[in-house]
Structure formats: structure tokens, C-alpha cells
């Protein structure tokens, strides 16, 4: 059984809700799923996993959230990621969306192998609720 960690960040529910799709999509596609906000995240649960996902929210100037999420993610600049098959996710507001290209190019850099994204412009819909639970299971594969 594939292990996937689930680690996100939200303010409005907006990106807890994704994350919550993609664990669904993982769980029933057969995988051991940790979900849990990056508040309560350890290196551990990103480094024991067989595939993981990251949410966020873009923030200032389309990054990833700056006081948890970014400093989090910053950890693994140093440590081995293994290539490890990654999903990321999350939503913004007012900008469009941008934010996902350097989120992207930033756990490339990181040595995580970056299989699949989904973005929403504000609450997610069911469309988009349903990708993520496909990007659940495409992890747990």
C-alpha cells in the first residue's frame, strides 16, 4: 500500500478543500493518506511518503503562502526528494493564478517530480473538486 502525505496550507477553506478531494481520490484508489496543514507537517511526513501534495494559496506577488508553507517547503532544498512523484494544488483571488508556474518551477528545483496541478479562481467546483480527487488517485498509483 503507497503511503501519500498530504500537506496544505489554506486561509478560506478553499484549499483545504482540494486537499480534501485529492485524499478522497488517493484513499479510494487504495493508499495510506496523511492530511494535514502544514502547521502541523513534519520533514517526516513529506520523506516517509511514496508520493505527496502540496497546497497553497497564492499570496504577494504570486508565491506560495510566506510565514508556513514557503519556509516548510525550504527545508527540502537540502534534502533528498528522489524525484518523488508530487501533486500541487491551490487558489487565488486576484491575480491569475500565475502563482502555480513558480510553484511548480520551485519543487522542480527541489528534486520533486511535479505529475500534476490543479488551480481554482476562488471556491473550487465540482469540475475541478473531481480533478483533484483524480490527481489523489493518480498518486496512489
Known amino acids: 500500500m503507497k503511503k501519500v502525505s498530504i500537506i ?7 484549499v483545504e478543500l482540494l486537499a480534501t478531494s485529492i485524499a478522497k481520490g488517493a484513499k479510494d484508489a487504495g493508499a495510506a493518506v496523511v492530511l494535514k496543514r502544514v502547521q502541523e507537517a513534519t520533514v517526516e511526513d513529506v520523506t516517509s511518503a511514496d508520493a505527496v501534495a502540496f497546497g497553497s494559496p497564492s499570496m504577494d506577488n504570486n508565491k506560495v503562502e510566506q510565514t508556513e508553507m514557503e519556509p516548510f517547503l525550504k527545508e527540502f ?37 511535479v505529475i500534476g496541478d490543479v488551480t481554482v479562481k476562488e471556491t473550487p467546483n465540482e469540475l475541478e473538486l473531481k480533478k483533484a480527487e483524480e490527481l489523489g488517485a493518480l498518486l496512489a498509483k
Open 8 to 14: 496544505y496550507w489554506s486561509e478560506y477553506g478553499n
Open 77 to 113: 532544498k537540502l534534502l533528498p526528494s528522489n524525484n518523488k512523484p508530487t501533486v500541487l494544488f491551490g487558489s487565488f483571488g486576484w491575480d491569475d493564478g500565475a502563482f502555480m508556474v513558480n510553484f511548480k518551477n520551485i519543487m522542480s528545483d527541489y528534486n520533486f517530480n
